[in-house]
C-alpha cells in the first residue's frame, strides 16, 4: 500500500464547511460549522473510543472466527490506539497514519428523526417573546443527528436517517461514506416541522425497513402514548436491536415559559388553553415529570438506553453523556 | 320609627371618590393580553389546569374586587357617615324650628326607684336643647290641663327655656294633648319656611295620647317621640265616689261607694279609709270608729271594684269626706275628697200656673206633696218640702230642687225651658202631669232648647176624654209594679182603682224610655224618659177632679209621694272638680256675704267669682291646682267646701308603644323618630358614627387580602 494512495484516501471528503451558522464554509451545512465539528473533533477521541471499543468485539457477527483484513491507512487522530499506527508508513512520511481493517460485519445505525409538528416549538415565533434566541427542538435533534451521523461516518460505521411525523417521510438508508453523510446533513437541513406525531405508527414502518439488527437512535420528544411507542420499541428489541432513546424537550416545555397570561395553542390539533405559566407551572412540572418518570421506567425495564435531553443542554455534552455511559458499559 | 338614613359629615371628601377606580386602573394596567404560543402538547397543561382551584383561576377578579371594596371602605370612613333617622335629615342649610312638648300631667309623678318620669324628661329636654342648633327657633310648651308655652313665641336662646324646664314641676293635672299640640302647631305657623320639627317628651300615657290630635299637625313637620315613662307601672288608686241617695235627707241611710283601681301586673289587697268631718249614727253592729272607717277590698290585676260605708244622715249640714287608700308610687292618685249635703227635706219646686185653683191638678199635687207648702208660715215635719212657682217666674240656677214638677204649667218661655233643660242635663229629675195641649207644645220647647237627645217613651196625640165619648173612664190594666215607683202598690188594689176620664192618646217610641202603666185601652199611662243625665217621668194623666178621681183617692198621696222618691237621683258621683280645671258649687250663703274667703287646701287664699242666688252661694273657682277642700270661709265660719281631685283617668299608666305612637301619628308624608335616654338623643340628633365600623371593615378587607395573596401563593 503506498502512499499516494493514503493521500488520495485523505483527499475523497470534500472540504467540510467551515462557515455557516456555527462559521461553515458553505451555510447550508449548518450543522458542521467548523466550530462544532471542533467540538465533534473534541468529542472524537471519546466517543470513537467508546463506538469502537463497544463495537469492535461486540458485533456478533455470523461469520464467527474470521479474522479482520487491512484495507486502508487514514490519518492519526489523538485518542486513536497506539498499536494501530502503522510505524513504517510513519517512518516514511513523518506523518501518523493508521491501519483500518474491514470489519467482516458492520452494525448499521439507524438515525431516526422526529420532525412533528411538536418538535418545531422553540422556533421563530418562540422567539418573539424572548431576547435570546432559542433554538427548536427539530433544530437541536437535527444537530444531535448530524454530530451521530459525522461520529458513525467517521468511524467508518454505517449510518442512515429516517425523519417521520405521523409517517416517514423520508428515509436514507445507511451508509458510511461522506457523500452519503453529506446527503444526510442536506436532508437534516432541509427540515421544517411536519404534521401530527405518531411515534408507535413510523417505527412500525421503520422496523419494516430494517431487517437486519443494528443500532436505533430515535431522536423525539416522544409525545406519544408511551404504552404505544414501547410495544414499536420492543419489535427492535426482539430484533435484538440496540436501541437509544434521545427524548428531546424544550427547556421551555420541561419548565413552562416566563410569559404571563398565554393562549396556549397544541402545535398538532390546534386546541387552546388560556393560562398562567406562573400559575400552573408546580403542577405542571409535577405532570410532566411523572410522564418522564414512566418513560425512563419503561426504557430500563427493556434495557432500552434513555436519555432526557433539553435544549438549553450542549448537545455536544448530550452526546457525549450518551457516549461516556456508553463506555461504561 | 321612621327608619334611619345615612348622613355624611365630611362629605367634602368625597372628591377623593377616584380613587376608588385605583384597584382597576392598576388592574387594566397589569393586565397582560393573552399571548399567544403554539406549545407541542396541551394534555400536561389541562392536567395542571384542571387541578387548579376556581378560586385561584379566579384570583385577579377577586383580589380586584377585595382591594377595590378596601379602598371604598376606606373612602367611605373618611367621608365620616352617621346613621340619622330619617326624621332628622335633610334639614340641611334650612332654618330650624322646634317645638318640645313635655307632658307635665299626674302621671309624670310616678316615681319608682326614685326617678320620676318628669326628671327624666328634664333630662331629655336639656339633652335635646343641647343638640337644637343655636341658630334654631326653639320652644317649650308644658302640657298639663291647658298648655303651657315657657315662651310667648319661639326664640333662638335655649337658656330661659333650659331654666325654665330645670325650675318646672309636674302638676296634678290631666294633660291636654290636643290643646299642647294645637299651641304647638300654632307657633309653627310662623316658621312656614323653617324645617319644623315637634319634640313630645312624655309617658305617653294611653288615655291620654290614645285620641291625641296628630291629624292637626301639617305633613312637613317632624314628629320625635321620647319616652320617658316606666316599662311597666303598677298603680292602685281611688278613682271614683258615689253617694246614694246622692242628696240624703236627715235619718237617711248614706251608702257611700267608693271605686277603687288596680292597674298592675298582681293582685293586691287594699285597705281604703273614710275619714269624715261630721260622721253620722254607725249602725249599731258594725264596732268601726265614729271618725275613721275601713273596708279591705282585694283586687285582680287589671282590675276595679268598690267598696261601700253605710252612714246614717243624723245630722243636717255639709259634710267632708276623705277617702284613702295607702301610699304607692303615685300617690296623688290615692286620696278622693268630696262633699255632700244632708238636707232635712226633700226639695221640690212644683211649676204651675193654677196651684191657687181648687179642683186643679196642681193644688192637689201640691197639697198631696207638701200640705203646708202654701203656709209658709208654719214649720213642718214633712219630707217633702214643696216649693211652687209659676212657669215665667221659673228660675232653677238659683235654687235647683231635688225633684221638678210640672203640673198645669202654662207655656213655658223659651228661659224657662232652656232652664228646664239644662237642669235635666245635669242630672235634674221632673215630674210631668200631662193634661193640656200645652204641654205637649211645653215638651217640644224643651226638646228644642235641650243640646242633647229628649229621649220619651211616647209621644202624645190626641186628648181623650171618655165622658165626651160616654165611656166613662178607664182604668190601669197594666202596670210594672217592680219599678220603684210602683212597687209600694204591688198588690195592685190601690192602682187598679183609680178612674181616669181624660188623658192623651199615646205612640211608643220604640228603643227610648220605660213604660211603668197602661190603660185599658192600650195608651201609656206612665213612663219614663231621659234627657242627659236627668230623668222624666211622664204622667198621662191629671189630678184635677175633671181629669180623674185619683185626688180622692188614698193611694193619690203616697202614689205622689213614691213618684218623687223614685225620682230622687238615686246615686251621683260627689266629686266632680279636676285639679286644672274650674270649680264650682254652691254653699250655704250667709246673711250678709260679704267678708267671705277662699282658701285652697294649703291653706293660701285663693279667689274666685260668686253669686249669690237666695239662700246658696255659686262659688267658682277659675283655676285650681291643688288636691283637698278649697274651703270658703267667712271669718271663722266655714261656709263651705268644694272638693277639688285629681282626674281618675291619669291613674291609668298603661303607655302606648313606639308601634302604635307610630300607627297613631302617620301619613303619608310625615316623618318620624322615637328616642329615649341621653345616648339614644345623642344618636338621634347627631347620628350614629359608623365610620369607625367602616374603618374596621377596612383593616379586615386588607387582612382578607393578605391571607387571600398568601393562600394563593401556596
Not at chain 2, 404560543?37 to 400536561?44: D, G, S
Not at chain 2, 183609680?498 to 197602661?518: C, D, K, M, N, S
Amino acid at each position: 500500500m503506498d502512499l499516494s494512495r493514503i493521500k488520495s484516501r485523505q483527499s475523497s471528503p470534500p472540504p467540510l464547511p467551515t462557515a455557516g451558522r456555527g462559521g461553515a464554509q458553505h451555510p447550508e451545512w449548518k450543522y458542521l460549522s467548523h466550530a462544532e465539528l471542533m467540538g465533534l473533533k473534541n468529542l472524537l477521541f471519546a466517543a470513537r473510543l467508546i463506538v469502537e471499543g463497544a463495537y469492535a468485539g461486540r458485533h456478533r457477527s455470523p461469520y464467527k472466527g474470521s479474522a479482520a483484513e487491512f484495507v486502508d491507512y487514514r490519518e492519526y487522530y489523538p485518542g486513536d490506539e497506539i498499536r494501530t499506527i502503522d510505524w513504517k508508513a510513519f517512518a516514511r512520511t513523518d506523518r501518523y497514519f493508521v491501519k483500518l481493517f474491514e470489519r467482516e460485519t458492520d452494525m448499521a445505525c439507524h438515525v431516526v428523526v422526529d420532525r412533528s409538528a411538536s418538535m418545531g416549538y422553540g422556533g421563530k415565533a418562540f422567539n418573539a417573546f424572548f431576547p435570546t434566541k432559542e433554538i427548536s427542538k427539530l433544530d437541536y435533534a437535527s444537530y444531535l443527528a448530524a454530530a451521530i451521523a459525522y461520529l458513525l461516518v467517521k468511524q467508518g460505521d454505517r449510518v442512515g436517517l429516517t425523519l417521520f411525523d405521523e409517517k416517514i417521510t423520508a428515509n436514507i438508508p445507511a451508509g458510511s461514506t461522506f457523500p452519503h453523510l453529506y446527503g444526510i446533513l442536506n436532508l437534516l437541513e432541509r427540515q421544517k416541522p411536519g404534521r401530527k406525531t405518531s411515534v408507535a405508527r413510523a417505527l412500525h414502518d421503520v422496523f419494516a425497513l430494517h431487517k437486519r439488527r443494528g443500532m436505533l437512535i430515535l431522536i423525539s420528544d416522544l409525545l406519544d402514548d408511551p404504552v404505544s411507542v414501547f410495544q414499536s420499541l420492543d419489535m427492535f428489541r426482539h430484533r435484538r436491536f440496540e436501541v437509544v432513546l434521545f427524548h428531546v424537550l424544550h427547556r421551555y416545555e420541561l419548565t413552562l415559559p416566563p410569559l404571563d397570561s398565554v393562549n396556549f395553542i397544541d402545535a398538532e390539533n390546534g386546541e387552546v388553553l388560556t393560562a398562567r405559566p406562573e400559575d400552573i407551572g408546580t403542577s405542571y412540572e409535577r405532570e410532566l415529570r411523572a410522564y418522564l418518570d414512566a418513560m425512563a421506567a419503561g426504557a430500563r425495564a427493556r434495557g432500552i438506553e434513555y436519555n432526557l435531553v433539553s435544549t438549553a443542554m450542549p448537545y455536544a455534552a448530550a452526546l457525549q453523556k450518551y457516549l461516556l455511559h456508553r463506555g461504561a458499559r | 320609627m321612621g327608619g334611619w338614613t345615612l348622613a355624611w359629615t365630611n362629605a367634602a371628601l368625597a372628591i377623593g371618590a377616584w380613587a376608588v377606580a385605583a384597584p382597576f386602573i392598576v388592574h387594566m394596567m397589569t393586565r397582560r393580553t393573552p399571548r399567544t404560543l403554539v406549545f407541542p402538547t396541551l394534555q400536561f397543561l389541562k392536567r395542571a389546569h384542571a387541578s387548579q382551584s376556581r378560586l385561584f383561576r379566579m384570583r385577579d377578579i377577586i383580589l380586584l374586587i377585595v382591594r377595590t371594596a378596601f379602598i371604598t371602605l376606606l373612602l367611605l370612613a373618611f367621608l365620616k357617615p352617621v346613621l340619622r333617622a330619617r326624621a332628622m335629615t335633610d334639614a340641611g342649610q334650612q332654618q330650624q324650628a322646634a317645638i318640645i312638648v313635655v307632658d307635665s300631667s299626674l302621671s309624670m309623678q310616678y316615681n319608682a326607684g326614685g326617678v320620676t318620669p318628669y326628671a327624666r324628661a328634664q333630662r331629655v329636654v336639656s339633652d335635646l336643647l343641647d343638640h337644637i342648633p343655636s341658630s334654631a327657633a326653639t320652644n317649650v310648651i308644658f302640657a298639663s290641663a291647658s298648655a303651657k308655652p315657657s315662651l310667648a313665641t319661639p326664640g333662638s336662646s335655649a337658656a330661659p327655656l333650659l331654666r325654665d324646664v330645670q325650675a318646672s314641676a309636674p302638676t296634678l293635672e290631666r294633660g291636654d294633648i290636643g290643646a299642647a299640640i294645637d299651641e304647638a302647631v300654632n307657633q309653627l305657623d310662623a316658621f312656614p319656611n323653617h324645617a319644623r320639627t315637634i319634640y313630645l317628651v312624655s309617658d305617653f300615657q294611653r288615655t291620654n295620647w290614645a285620641a291625641a290630635p296628630f291629624g292637626a299637625i301639617p305633613d312637613d313637620v317632624k314628629l320625635v317621640f321620647s319616652p320617658v315613662g316606666e316599662a311597666s307601672a303598677s298603680n292602685a288608686a281611688i278613682t271614683n265616689v258615689m253617694l246614694r241617695p246622692r242628696s240624703p235627707v236627715v235619718s237617711e241611710m248614706i251608702e257611700i261607694v267608693c271605686s277603687v283601681a288596680n292597674y298592675g301586673p298582681s293582685a293586691i289587697d287594699i285597705t281604703v279609709t273614710l275619714e269624715m268631718d261630721r260622721i253620722g249614727e254607725v249602725p249599731a253592729q258594725t264596732p268601726e270608729s265614729v271618725d275613721t272607717l275601713q273596708r279591705q277590698i282585694r283586687l285582680a290585676p287589671a282590675s276595679s271594684g268598690s267598696v261601700s260605708f253605710r252612714l246614717r244622715a243624723t245630722d243636717t249640714g255639709s259634710f267632708e269626706g276623705h277617702l284613702r287608700i295607702p301610699d304607692d308610687n303615685l300617690s296623688a292618685d290615692n286620696d278622693r275628697f268630696f262633699v255632700f249635703d244632708v238636707q232635712n227635706q226633700i226639695d221640690v219646686l212644683l211649676v204651675s200656673d193654677a196651684t191657687r185653683e181648687a179642683q186643679s191638678s196642681g193644688y192637689f199635687v201640691l197639697r198631696a206633696l207638701d200640705p203646708f207648702a202654701l203656709d209658709t208660715g208654719t214649720p213642718h215635719a214633712s219630707t217633702v218640702r214643696a216649693r211652687e212657682c209659676r212657669a215665667r217666674d221659673l228660675d232653677l240656677p238659683s235654687a235647683q230642687p231635688q225633684v221638678l214638677v210640672l203640673d198645669g204649667a202654662g207655656p213655658l218661655p223659651t228661659r224657662s225651658a232652656e232652664q228646664i233643660a239644662a237642669y235635666l242635663a245635669d242630672g235634674g229629675a221632673m215630674v210631668y202631669f200631662l193634661s193640656d195641649v200645652l204641654d205637649k207644645s211645653n215638651l217640644d220647647a224643651i226638646a228644642s232648647a235641650s243640646k242633647t237627645t229628649f229621649s220619651l217613651p211616647f209621644t202624645l196625640t190626641s186628648m181623650i176624654n171618655h165622658r165626651a165619648l160616654g165611656s166613662e173612664s178607664a182604668s190601669w190594666t197594666n202596670a210594672n209594679f217592680e219599678e220603684p215607683v210602683l212597687r209600694r202598690f204591688r198588690d195592685g188594689r190601690d192602682v187598679a182603682n183609680l178612674l181616669f176620664y181624660q188623658y192623651f192618646g199615646t205612640e211608643r217610641v220604640q228603643g227610648r224610655g220605660q213604660v211603668f202603666a197602661r190603660y185599658g185601652d192600650g195608651n201609656f199611662a206612665l213612663g219614663k224618659g231621659a234627657l242627659g243625665a236627668g230623668s222624666i217621668l211622664l204622667c198621662n194623666f191629671s189630678a184635677a177632679r175633671d181629669a180623674s178621681d185619683i185626688a180622692t183617692r188614698p193611694a193619690f198621696i203616697p202614689l205622689i209621694h213614691e213618684m218623687i222618691k223614685s225620682m230622687r237621683p238615686q246615686e251621683g258621683a260627689v266629686s266632680r272638680a279636676i285639679a286644672g280645671e274650674a270649680a264650682s258649687g254652691s254653699v250655704p250663703a250667709s246673711a250678709s256675704a260679704t267678708g267671705v274667703q277662699f282658701f285652697a287646701p294649703s291653706g293660701k287664699t285663693v279667689s274666685a267669682n260668686t253669686d249669690r242666688r237666695g239662700e246658696r252661694l255659686s262659688v267658682i273657682l277659675s283655676e285650681v291646682d291643688e288636691q283637698g277642700f278649697y274651703r270658703v270661709m267667712e271669718g271663722s265660719h266655714h261656709l263651705g267646701s268644694l272638693p277639688v281631685n285629681v282626674d281618675a283617668r291619669e291613674s291609668d299608666l298603661l303607655a302606648l308603644s313606639n308601634h302604635e305612637l307610630e300607627q297613631l301619628a302617620a301619613s303619608p308624608k310625615r316623618k318620624m323618630a322615637a328616642a329615649s335616654g341621653r345616648d339614644a338623643i345623642e344618636a338621634l340628633m347627631d347620628g350614629v358614627p359608623i365610620w369607625p365600623y367602616l374603618l374596621l371593615g377596612a383593616m379586615c378587607v386588607l387582612g382578607c387580602e393578605q391571607a387571600l395573596l398568601l393562600m394563593l401563593k401556596k
